[in-house]
Structures are given as structure tokens and as C-alpha cells.
């Protein structure tokens, strides 16, 4: 069988796939602090008892676009998003340490810090607990200060800290549940230079004329690679015709 069927079956395979990564980043254009996904495919020349006059179409590794979304303002306290560079650390269920851009955060039954994916939002020594309180404020600095029950309004105590990192972006990836991660799955330092703006959320980083203008022009192509397969075939089958006689 002529090898054009298979490379026109390896670009609408990735085609397919390109499709997928798009429609995905359509689907959380409003989830807060989305970060889109980046799909990418090159031609790899085909080598054999031919010339390498074919190339098969090969899916590099996919990246994520870490640029920053607009700051939605909300007024809740408890509504925190990283202005400039930074993350806010998590923990995963496994124990483990995760990053996101924005959190709009609430204190649990047991008084737990909790960002609105239900992770428990890191601070100095480990997961944030709050005791009992009137009023919470965020500082830029991620300090955590309350109001105790009973307090006079201007008595506020210090609790806790946000863990804040500035990693590099190219050691980072985002796993499957959507969380960023260290590539080498060990934690970020914290640095102090990187600032929250409390009362604020993070939008998605996802332009909508832009994926729905990949989505049409993918769409566009995998009509054409299944034209070459439909061709391929029927050459194929004019060939048989031929060795028949």
C-alpha cells in the first residue's frame, strides 16, 4: 500500500489531537486562573529503501502559556490573585505541593485554609489553620491577619503567611488535575518579593477569536488529509485494476 495513506493518516491523527487542546481551552474560558495549553506538531522525513521525499507529522511534547489573565476585581476578602510573576502553593491530596495563580479561598469546619479547588493553601510550616474570627485580611505580602472573637476593631494578630514561589517557568508543567507542578516534582522556594492583590481573582489567559480561529483552520486541514487518504486509496485500487489485466 502506498506510504502517502499512512502520512495523511498521521496528520489528521494530530490534527485530531491539536482540535482536542483547543476546544479544551474554549471549555475554560471562565475558569479563574486557566492557563491555556499550547499544541505543537513538526515533520519528521520518513526513511526507508525510498528517498525521504515523505515526512510523517510527530506531536512534540505539548507546553502551557503562563502569561497572566486579567485581575477581575470581587471585594471578597478572602479572594486573592498574584499580581506580576508568582504562584500560591498548595497541597495535593498525596501530600505534595502544588502552585496556582489565583484562589478564592475559605476556612473550613475545622478552620483549614482551603482555595476554591478544596486544597489547603500553604503558609510557613505547612497548611494555614485559622482560629476562630471576626474579620480576616490578606496582606500583599500574603500575611494573614484576623480579628479575634470578641477583639476590639483595631486589635488584628498575625497568623500566618502564604507560601508565595517565583520559579522559573520552564522547570514548571501542569499536571492532569490541572495544578501546576515543579518538573522535578520537588518544592519551590518561597520568595518574598512576590505580591497578592486581595480582593481580586485571575480570569483564563484564554483568547476566544484566537482558539476559535485554530479550531476552523484545523478543521480546514483534517478535511484535506482525509481527501489524500480517499485519494491514496484510490490509487491503490486503480493499481489492482491494472495487475488484474
Do not use: C, W
Amino acid at each position: 500500500m502506498d506510504k502517502m495513506l499512512y502520512v495523511a493518516m498521521t496528520g489528521a491523527s494530530q490534527n485530531a489531537l491539536a482540535q482536542k487542546a483547543h476546544a479544551n481551552n474554549l471549555a475554560n474560558i471562565s475558569t479563574t486562573g486557566f492557563k491555556r495549553d499550547l499544541e505543537q506538531a513538526r515533520s519528521m522525513p520518513v526513511f526507508g529503501d525510498t528517498f525521504p521525499s515523505r515526512a510523517y507529522a510527530l506531536t512534540e511534547r505539548p507546553a502551557t502559556d503562563f502569561s497572566g489573565g486579567a485581575l477581575q476585581e470581587t471585594g471578597r476578602d478572602l479572594d486573592v490573585a498574584v499580581g506580576g510573576n508568582g504562584f500560591i502553593a498548595v497541597q495535593t491530596p498525596d501530600g505534595g505541593e502544588a502552585y496556582v495563580r489565583t484562589a478564592s479561598m475559605n476556612v473550613d469546619a475545622l478552620g483549614v485554609l482551603r482555595a476554591g479547588n478544596g486544597l489547603p493553601v500553604m503558609g510557613n510550616g505547612g497548611p494555614i489553620a485559622v482560629p476562630p474570627d471576626e474579620k480576616i485580611e490578606i496582606g500583599m505580602d500574603g500575611t494573614i491577619s484576623i480579628r479575634g472573637l470578641g477583639q476590639a476593631p483595631n486589635v488584628m494578630a498575625q497568623v500566618d503567611r502564604i507560601k508565595l514561589v517565583n520559579p522559573d517557568v520552564k522547570t514548571l508543567t501542569k499536571g492532569l488535575d490541572g495544578l501546576i507542578h515543579t518538573s522535578n516534582g520537588q518544592p519551590a522556594p518561597a520568595d518574598a518579593a512576590v505580591r497578592v492583590e486581595s480582593g481580586f481573582l485571575e480570569a483564563s489567559n484564554v483568547n476566544a477569536v484566537e482558539e476559535m480561529t485554530s479550531v476552523l483552520a484545523l478543521s480546514k486541514q483534517f478535511e484535506l488529509h482525509i481527501k489524500m487518504m480517499s485519494t491514496a486509496k484510490e490509487g491503490d485500487e486503480a493499481m489492482a485494476r491494472v495487475l488484474q489485466i
